[in-house]
């Protein structure tokens, strides 16, 4: 029976950028990806900051910038001015090939589509085609994503009951502008929210996405309205791609192991909450799991899940004293109307951009953003803080096992 030391199950960003640091400790690592390709088909929408991208020691190359972002409400309209590329988006299949030659590099092996499934602590079963093999592993790591593969099979979280479900299609579209996305919000996209993102050339990705069971529609339903609401942007475009993903949108799993397995990324909930922003977070959180791994591994035999401890606290210390907060705007939101929306869009045009890009980011703490709140007014600043602190009545409860 073929034994590896680690054996991660996804190759996404999360468990490629594991993968590398602990092939590079000399352990033998098998990264098993279900899909036939690397980064294919794409999942998100690829919204990110540069200067977070390039801490990360990603390239520029990997990246569309932007400079401008607007938000249209049924009413209402604002643009947020950065005066130069603050925001991005990332070609997303570079982005998750380059992780994997990274990892390669580094001595992983890399499996297409391989499907695994956990039979017993530290035996799984892989599934290519129409042939299955068994493997053992010391450490098995679940980066299957919002499917959390492997920690509901152990029994490790329940999984994820409250999702962004989203779908885009990426168009030739020449009229489309290179450095300004869009936001649309309200009834075009209720429960979520509608995208047009540049990708360079005359590249744009045009999406909705929803928060599901908070809404039983589709967001594949509602695509067509979001671009007739964008048609003058979009005129003579050409369909070149469709794009479909999901992402956890509830409060997030306390416990992320058990005995022989760690949880990482969007199987962890590490995306950020509040624009479902996941792959900037879920790679921190895999480059933070790691040192606890190569740790755990310097033990021979099956790690135990007391040796993994570690990453319980580092884990939920990865998703930033912010995300309670972005979790409780999530719900917020998903409940507003279009007075509401047209309200908000309204607020969030007089901010200045130090701002409102906190916001964005899900940096609700960050001092730039509680400073100027303050600065405002008490009327002002409850204005913008209120969705971080009231929060909503979702549908869905924590993912905690019972």
């Known amino acids: 029976m073929e034994a590896y030391d680690v054996v991660i199950a996804g190759g996404g960003p999360a468990g490629l950028a594991m993968a590398a640091p602990l092939a590079e400790a000399g352990l033998a690592v098998l990264v098993c990806e279900r899909n036939a390709d690397i980064g294919l088909p794409v999942r998100t929408s690829g919204g990110s900051w540069p200067d977070d991208l390039r801490a990360l020691g990603l390239p520029d190359r990997l990246w569309h910038p932007i400079s401008r972002l607007s938000f249209e409400s049924q009413h209402s309209r604002c643009t947020i001015d950065w005066g130069g590329p603050v925001g991005c988006s990332l070609d997303v299949t570079a982005t998750w090939r380059h992780l994997a030659e990274l990892a390669a590099a580094a001595g992983a092996t890399i499996e297409n589509g391989t499907l695994v499934r956990l039979e017993r602590t530290g035996g799984l079963t892989l599934r290519h085609g129409g042939e299955s093999r068994h493997v053992r592993c010391r450490l098995a ?8 593969l492997l920690a509901r099979q152990s029994h490790v979280h329940e999984g994820f009951r409250r999702v962004g479900v989203g779908y885009e299609q990426e168009l030739s579209a020449p009229a489309f502008g290179q450095d300004e996305a869009v936001i649309l919000v309200g009834g075009l996209a209720p429960s979520g929210y509608a995208w047009a993102f540049p990708r360079g050339g005359t590249r744009v990705r045009v999406g909705v996405g929803l928060i599901q069971p908070d809404t039983d529609l589709n967001p594949r339903e509602l695509y067509a309205p979001v671009e007739r609401a964008l048609a003058g942007r979009l005129a003579g475009a050409e369909l070149l791609e469709l794009h479909s993903g999901r992402i956890p949108s509830q409060e997030a799993p306390q416990r992320l192991t058990g005995d022989g397995l760690m949880v990482v990324g969007d199987a962890g909930g590490h995306s950020n909450p509040l624009l479902g922003e996941g792959i900037r977070h879920v790679i921190v959180a895999a480059r933070r799991a790691a040192p606890v791994a190569i740790a755990a591994l310097g033990t021979p035999g099956l790690v135990p899940r007391e040796r993994l401890r ?12 912010s995300w309670g907060l972005a979790m409780r705007a999530n719900r917020y939101v998903a409940g507003m109307d279009d007075a509401d929306w047209d309200r908000a869009v309204e607020t ?9 890009t906190p916001i964005l980011r899900g940096d609700i703490l960050s ?12 009327s002002s ?15 869905a409860e924590s993912a905690e096992p019972a």
């Open 381 to 395: 600043a409850w204005r913008v803080l209120r969705p971080f602190v009231r929060g909503g009545g979702g549908v």
């Open 141 to 148: 790591v679940d980066a299957t994503g919002t499917n959390a």
């Open 348 to 356: 969030l045009g007089r901010l200045p951009a130090e701002m409102a």
């Open 310 to 321: 570690a990453w319980e606290r580092a884990g939920r210390r990865t998703r930033g004293r």
């Open 367 to 378: 001092a730039p953003l509680l400073a100027g709140a303050l600065r405002r007014g008490p």
